[in-house]
């Protein structure tokens, strides 16, 4: 079983909804998680972080933390096309901190 | 930007060649990462840094080694190319404890 396990898509979703991005993952010891957006041949561009359970907010973002249930998820309300994008979930492990990432889901926001 | 700059951005060799990629921050950052991403396996840890001479091997080391003789630059070396070695690689850069890591734009490296 990988670490981090993201349904992969791809997820399509009208303008103007909220796409929401679920994340599981194998590890009860990980503390800290990462949400990535990668466009189309371009490098991963960090969204938000969270540490501690419950939901933290910025702007249309809003993520989820269950530790119990070992799942994280990434809300966007207000979809926009130009979210449109690839959403990797990260967590991190080891010594030097190193991230663990998902494969990734594909998000498309249709106009 | 996080002041960080691959080179090259592409790359394409044969079979057999060696290839060194170099990562080059500006930011004074203690931990420098290497990440390959391909198709269907999300981004995967080759190697790591955290702080000058001191690396260690992630999940995908084999093939590969590293350098770290500046704070500023980490270099990536694939001894002798394999085709199962093209791939988009990332360097990444983290400041301290807490902080997230920021990434470079990729070098995108073919071997045929």
């Known amino acids: 079983q990988k670490e981090v396990e993201q349904n992969s898509g791809p997820l399509s979703v009208p303008e103007g909804a909220i796409a929401s991005l679920n994340c599981t993952y194998s590890?009860?010891?990980?503390?800290?998680f990462f949400w990535y957006r990668q466009y189309s041949g371009k490098s991963p561009e960090l969204i938000m972080f969270?540490?501690?359970?419950g939901d933290k907010e910025d702007g249309r973002f809003t993520a989820q933390l269950n530790k119990a249930s070992q799942y994280v998820s990434l809300l966007i309300r207000d979809s926009q096309p130009s979210d449109s994008a690839t959403y990797l979930c990260?967590?991190?492990?080891?010594?030097?901190?190193?991230?663990?990432f998902g494969s990734g889901t594909q998000l498309t926001v249709l106009p | 930007d996080a002041g960080i700059t691959q080179s090259p951005r592409h790359k394409v060799t044969e079979t057999g060649t060696p290839v060194t990629l170099r990562c080059h921050q500006t930011?004074?950052?203690?931990?420098m990462y290497w990440y390959r991403q391909d198709p269907g396996h999300g981004l995967r840890l080759i190697h790591y840094?955290?702080?000058?001479?001191?690396?260690d091997k992630g999940e995908v080391s084999d093939g590969y080694s590293v350098s770290r003789s500046k704070t500023e630059d980490f270099l990536l070396t694939l001894e002798s190319a394999t085709s199962s070695q093209t791939s988009v690689y990332f360097c990444?850069?983290?400041?301290?404890?807490?902080?997230?890591?920021?990434f470079g734009d990729g070098t995108r490296l073919s071997i045929l």
């Open positions: 990444a850069i983290r400041a301290g404890e807490g902080q997230p890591q920021h």
């Open positions: 590890d009860r010891g990980s503390q800290s």
């Open positions: 969270i540490y501690s359970n």
């Open positions: 990260a967590l991190v492990s080891g010594s030097a901190r190193q991230l663990t």
């Open positions: 930011e004074n950052h203690r931990y």
């Open positions: 840094s955290y702080g000058v001479k001191d690396t």
